[in-house]
T-cell receptor, first 112, second 114 residues
């Protein structure tokens, strides 16, 4: 029940395109949904996060779309750049116990 | 402000030896989390402390793993009788409590068990 599913496993886009990464969950008690990116040899770094009071959160080129009814959320990276090439992880946590449940990751490659 | 500090960055042990990993959270953060990352299992939660008290250790292998937080400035993860399957990157993260969900990760300790 405490699972977060992430797709696709890998994604290749051209520079300038919008990359779309998807996640879904089952546990309706989850109330915080962050996205992290991780570059090779580095640790995960927080990119953007959303709480279910909103269905959209934007930060520059990065946007989270959240669908509470379908228990899905996605990360859209607009105008993708080669420097965005990394592994992206979605996660979820529940208020009161803040541990993260992570998705399996999406390896994004942006081709110039 | 320094981020989360983890030492050592790399540790190599022989099978059956003990490994102790250290974490210093960001100053002012009162929640500390330990995760493990492998290619096969991905990012797995191990344990977490809030205000130095253990809150949830549901991810810890019970027999050989233990964690402590003796003061607000550091936490340790100890693995006894290490096995090759313990090889992983062990990540420590910290966050504020009281609704502060954002977790900030340290650089990790890469443990290799030969």
């Amino acid at each position: 029940q405490q699972q977060v599913r992430q797709s696709p496993q890998s994604l290749t886009v051209w520079e300038g395109e919008t990359a779309i990464l998807n996640c879904s969950y089952e546990d309706s008690t989850f109330d915080y949904f962050p996205w992290y990116h991780q570059f090779p040899g580095e640790s995960p770094a927080l990119l953007i996060a959303i709480r279910p009071v909103s269905n959209k959160k934007e930060d520059g080129r990065f946007t989270i779309f959240f669908n509470k009814r379908e228990k899905k959320f996605s990360l859209h990276i607009a105008d993708s750049q080669p420097g965005d090439s990394a592994t992206y992880f979605c996660a979820a946590s529940t208020g009161g116990n803040y541990k993260y449940v992570f998705g399996a990751g999406t390896r994004l490659k942006v081709i110039a | 402000n320094a981020g989360v500090i983890q030492t050592p960055r790399h540790k190599v042990t022989g099978k059956g030896q003990e490994a102790t990993l250290w974490c210093e959270p960001i100053s002012g953060h009162s929640a500390v989390f330990w995760y493990r990352q492998t290619i096969v299992q991905g990012l797995e939660f191990l344990t977490y402390f809030r205000n130095q008290a253990p809150i949830d250790d549901s991810g810890m292998p019970k027999e050989r793993f233990s964690a402590q937080m003796p003061n607000q400035s550091h936490s340790t993860l100890k693995i006894q009788s290490t096995q090759p399957q313990d090889s992983a990157v062990y990540l420590c993260a910290s966050s504020k409590t009281g609704g502060g969900y954002e977790q900030y990760f340290g650089p990790g300790t890469r443990l290799t068990v030969l």
